[in-house]
């Protein structure tokens, strides 16, 4: 018997103790110091490393609430959901998620690779570094971890095996939520609008009947819609980069999807790295590199994806209806549909809702604030409301450019 055979909320002492009694990865003589480095809204984050080698690995648990509010109350059985998704991608997108080295169901913990060599990507670009890599890496990671996984190319017994296995009600619910719901008429009084642009909010968003009824739309897709086992909160926080090197970590809210719902986050988010670019950076080539790589990204992972999906089409699909001439296609604009109407969804519900970005909130001049936020949630409209008509990266972009064309002076 160990105190770890029962379930408790480990501090960075038990965290360094569960990692010498539980753990084979260090020497018996291994001195361990445990350190809490986590600021996620979800889970508890340490770091568990031998003073004497400098070995570590990251030993990441789930709570019985969420950890910026008890008000979520969610099942500690997101752990297992996590790692064993993190194996299974490892399986289908090799080199772009972190080694898993056990799962504990007891304490609902997940130990596995330590990637401090690399940074969180939205930390990166508030420094506004770039990464040529990226477009390749995170298109490759979507195509195999989505397409791979649908009826298109599993087995559908096996596909509707896996679906009850990761069915995840209680994040689900947390994205019903907050993602497609909130941001569109406050209804539980938990946005969290920047005061400035509160008058705008309430008539461009609550006020537009139009776009609460294309949300509502998109909500009962994500409820209904299981397409594909998808990562579910596919955004920069949940990334690690290096120049050389791309890691999505932080896939506890995997279940059975849209597709759409994974790539719309990616581009949402470079979007909102494009305004915090373009409001603090001043004029110059600085700026100009980077809003321009920001811009080519965007394009690139919207082409890419599209690329890649059909060529991975051809090489897995195997039910006979894969095989009819144009269904290929049509299934791919179903996605780039989905994209677009969650990539408007990601960018109001980041800009107005309770789980903010960095890149907005950081914006430290007011006006330069408004500015960003009004862009990002004009660019959303636009994608919710004429989903249907976005397919390629230059869509994309054009649709960001008139955006940005609106709130400029
Ligand atoms: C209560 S959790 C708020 C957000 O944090 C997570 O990372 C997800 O994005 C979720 O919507
Ligand atoms: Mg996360």
């Known amino acids: 018997m160990t105190r770890f055979d029962t379930y408790f909320l480990m501090k960075p002492n038990d965290v360094a103790e569960y990692a010498k009694t539980q753990l084979d990865v260090f020497a018996p003589d291994a001195d361990l110091e445990g350190a809490e480095i986590g600021d996620g809204n979800i889970n508890f984050i340490f770091r568990v490393r031998d003073r004497k080698t400098g070995q570590s690995v990251i030993v990441k648990q789930a709570g019985p609430t969420a950890r910026i509010s008890d008000a979520f109350v969610l099942s500690t059985d997101r752990a297992r959901i996590e790692a064993e998704i993190l194996m299974l991608e490892a399986r289908l997108a090799p080199g772009l998620v972190p080694v898993v080295y056990k799962y504990d169901a007891v304490m609902s913990c997940c130990v596995m690779e330590d990637l401090s060599d690399h940074e969180i990507m939205r930390a990166a670009l508030l420094k506004h570094q770039v990464f040529p890599r990226f477009a390749e890496d995170i298109t490759t990671f ?56 509160q008058a705008w909010v309430e008539a461009n968003l609550y006020g537009d009947a139009a776009l609460r009824l294309e949300a509502a739309k998109l909500k009962f897709d994500f409820l209904t819609n299981g397409q594909a086992l998808i990562h579910g909160d596919l955004h920069t926080g949940s990334i690690f980069i290096t120049p050389e090197s791309t890691k999505v970590i932080d896939p506890e809210f995997a279940f059975y999807g849209p597709m759409g719902y994974d790539v719309g986050n990616v581009i949402a988010n470079l979007i909102f790295a494009w305004a915090n670019g373009d409001a603090t950076l001043p004029a110059g080539a600085e700026r100009d590199a980077y809003l ?44 780039l549909r989905d994209t677009a109407g969650v990539c408007g969804l990601e960018l109001c519900r980041r800009t107005v809702g309770l789980a903010h970005v960095k890149d907005l909130t950081s914006i430290t001049d007011a006006a330069a604030r408004v500015r960003a936020e009004r862009i990002c949630l004009t660019a959303a409209k636009d994608y919710i409301k004429q989903r249907e008509s976005y397919r390629t990266g230059a869509d ?14």
């Not at 397409?147 to 096996?158: I, M, P, R």
């Not at 994309?396 to 002076?409: D, P």
């Open 142 to 197: 979507m195509v195999n971890t989505l397409l791979l996984t649908t009826d298109v190319v599993l087995d559908h017994q096996e596909k509707k095996r896996l679906s009850g296995r990761y069915i995840n009600p209680e994040l689900c619910e947390i994205t019903e939520d907050l993602v497609y719901t909130e941001p569109f008429n406050d209804y539980k009084g938990r946005n969290d609008v920047f005061g400035p642009n």
């Open 292 to 335: 321009g790589w920001i811009e080519n990204t965007i394009v690139a992972v919207v082409d890419l994806f599209n690329q890649k999906f059909l060529a991975a089409w051809a090489a897995n699909a195997r039910d006979v209806f894969t095989r009819e001439p144009g269904f290929d296609r049509w299934y791919l604009d179903t996605v």
């Open 396 to 409: 994309f972009l054009a649709g960001m450019k008139r955006a940005i064309a609106a709130h400029s002076t």
